[in-house]
């Protein structure tokens, strides 16, 4: 089974560690895994900040770029992607929630997008999600010595309705020890640009989520979005916290690097 | 002149103050967690989505044709001998109001819970010509006694802790310094038994207007509205014009799922029915009843996109359930109508020129819409009203980046080049000072050496 593997823009700047985990967690499990590597960005801080036009034209080029693999997506005429067999799998709730629920949509009125778009919001994947409903979370397996809770990113609980699959995935790890968080269907207060446009609101929902994390006596918080953790854990740091903040992926590599 | 309009222009002053308040947020925290796990305790034994549907379905229908459903329900409301004014706009609304009020010579006014005559910010008006307008409900009670706005849809005190509701009401009505609630609600009653006495006509608002046989539904906990509207001599209904429905059978849907929504109640105290004046084998009610309707924006949403927010009854869930508003309270708003569904309806009611900044005051997280029981998108409404407003702005420093944004990523090379530089400065004060909004709260990432595609790339050399 082939996967195209979607790095969102800001993984692969600023966790790139994780796209590496997730590329070698599918390879693990059996997967062809190929990088388009003409991707950029999805559009959705433009889409989410209200700026569709900027974002329509980002969605053109990206749906372009992760269907392509040989040739520049520019003169794209002719796909790599194989809508019959092949995946694309992004380890991140909210731009996967951009692909397969807006695409679709705010490419509507172009004939050249119409049909791709929805043809490929059908073919792609949040990481976990691809895990337990593609390949199978039994198929999974590591050892890890660690106790941790899980933050349901709100996109990919409530766009991709992602809730019991990560942590069927966590519980297939020998050692790990998963810790409910109270409330974990609360918001963290990222939002992507609302964190810098209100953000004495957004720490405070960041502040209120770290409390119920640090109640769990849990060591790491994992995620299936990094931008979650990302401004969890820049909060965390200003505190002076030392907990862990890892994406899924990262924590299945690992406890694939344990297991003899 | 008393306006209308809200003050949520200033939503960038005003939330800054209110998120600093630990004490607002403490009481907030405790009274929409104990509401919250009421409302998930009530629907329990419900198929929460089954109802929700049928309850979106009735109003879709209802919105859609809302002309023909307003006359049937105007031609019943007359054959049920009450007088109905379809109002445009607040000024014409409280005028209305106003002159019945006059032509009874009514002095005194006891008025039950109703967010429309918020919108009309009908009591300063009625108050600036001498007619005292007493408030019956508790919460409101409390919040005229201390000359605020209700900061929430249902619970209008919401703001307020047991502690201070106490003292406000020693200050203010010399009651015994005591905040046991049952206490304190004896001696409110108290004092209002002598106003409702005493008025001479009520003003309501209605949750639902029935177009088959004229019907006003009023919903409520403290039988004031009871009260207010029956043993007067004139009663005044005010209300949206969206909030009328075909059928009288339709109530069973919207019964089930409005107490629960709002308060985890399977149904509330008080449930009233109100046909029209007293009847002349009857022993009690109102001589003249006046339906006012007010439009105030409302028409011109049918047919669009933003149609759907029409459906809204009113429950305040929404409000109840957002990080957002928990974190800033209703005064925040600068709206009669604050939270998700305000931040909708505020700039759709009273132009988005009034209300710039609240469609984006939302972490998009969603919770708005899954607890919402008429199935409005509240969310995605959100964001197309983003995508609306920045569609007129295309000057401005965010446009601008956003417009460099999408050329460097539609140039896979300038990407890269992007990404080269960002390493280089990543560290540098610049960054800090572009990124404030982010480090002056938190820590910025460090930037790995090399991104994803590098690393990708050398890896693919190696093979």
Known sequence: MRVFLFVPCFIDQVFPNVAVSSMKVLKHLGCDVVFPEHQTCCGQPAFNSGYRDEARLMAMHEVNALLTLTHSPVAAAKYDFDFKHDYIVGPSGSCVAMIRNFYPEILADDPRFEDVSKNMAKRTYEFSEFICKVIGADRFSGKLQATVSYHDSCHALRELGVKDGPRKILERIEGLRLIELPYNEVCCGFGGTFAVKYPEISVVMADEKLQNFYQTGADILVSADSSCLMHLEGRARRSGSLKRFAHIAEIMSESIDRKP | ?463
Not at chain 2, 274 to 286: L, S, V
Not at chain 2, 314 to 337: D, E, Q
Not at chain 2, 410 to 439: E, N
């Open chain 2, 1 to 463: 002149m008393t306006t209308t309009e809200p003050q949520s222009r200033d939503f960038k002053k005003l939330y800054k103050k209110e998120v600093a308040n630990l004490r607002l947020r403490a009481n907030l925290k405790k009274a929409t967690i104990q509401a919250l796990d009421k409302r998930n305790d009530s629907f329990a034994e419900l198929d929460f989505d089954l109802l929700r549907n049928e309850a979106k379905k009735i109003k879709q229908e209802s919105v859609s044709h809302l002309n023909e459903l307003l006359s049937q329900f105007e031609d019943n409301a007359h054959k049920n001998n009450c007088a109905v004014f379809y109002a445009e706009s607040p000024e014409k609304a409280n005028a209305y109001i106003l002159d019945v009020a006059q032509r009874h010579a009514v002095k005194k006014i006891v008025k039950s819970k109703s967010m429309v005559t918020e919108e009309l910010r009908l009591v300063p008006f009625l108050e600036k010509f001498g007619i005292e307008t007493v408030e019956t409900d508790l919460g409101e009670y409390i919040i005229q006694l201390a000359g605020e706005t209700p900061s929430h849809i249902t619970a209008p005190a919401i703001h307020k802790s047991r502690t201070e509701i106490a003292q406000l009401l020693h200050d203010k009505i010399g009651i015994e310094l005591n905040d046991d609630p049952t206490f304190l609600t004896g001696e409110a009653r108290k004092a209002l038994r002598e106003k409702f006495l005493s008025a001479e006509m009520g003003i309501s608002g209605a949750n639902f207007l029935i177009a088959e046989n004229g019907t006003a539904v009023v919903v409520e906990n403290e039988g004031n509205a009871r009260l207010s509207t029956s043993a007067v001599k004139v009663h005044v209904i005010v209300t949206g014009i969206e909030k009328v429905i075909p059928k009288f059978s339709d109530l069973r849907i919207f019964m089930r799922l409005l107490g629960r929504s709002a308060t985890g109640q399977k149904l509330t105290s008080y449930v009233s029915l109100i046909r029209g004046p007293r009847r002349q084998n009857e022993k009690d009610g109102p001589d003249e009843v006046h339906i006012v309707l007010l439009d105030n924006g409302r028409s011109a949403l049918v047919g669009t996109e933003h149609q759907e927010v029409l459906h809204c009854i009113r429950c305040g869930a929404c409000l109840n359930v957002c990080p957002v508003y928990r974190s800033i309270g209703g005064h925040a708003y600068g709206s009669v109508y604050p939270g998700p569904i305000g931040s909708l309806v505020t700039p759709l009611f009273f132009g988005p020129k009034n209300a710039p900044d609240l469609p984006f005051a939302s972490s998009l997280c969603g919770n708005c819409t899954e607890v919402c029981p008429v199935g409005i998108g509240i969310h995605h409404q959100l964001l197309a009203m983003r995508h609306e407003i920045k569609a007129k702005t295309k000057r401005g420093v965010e446009a601008f980046i956003f417009r460099t944004f999408r050329k460097t990523m539609l140039r896979p090379q300038r990407y890269r080049l992007f990404s080269r530089l960002a390493r280089i400065f990543s560290s540098t004060p610049i960054v800090a000072k572009a990124f404030k909004g982010w480090t002056h709260y938190r820590e910025l990432p460090k930037l790995p050496a090399r991104s994803f595609r590098e690393i990708y790339k050398s890896e693919r050399g190696k093979e």
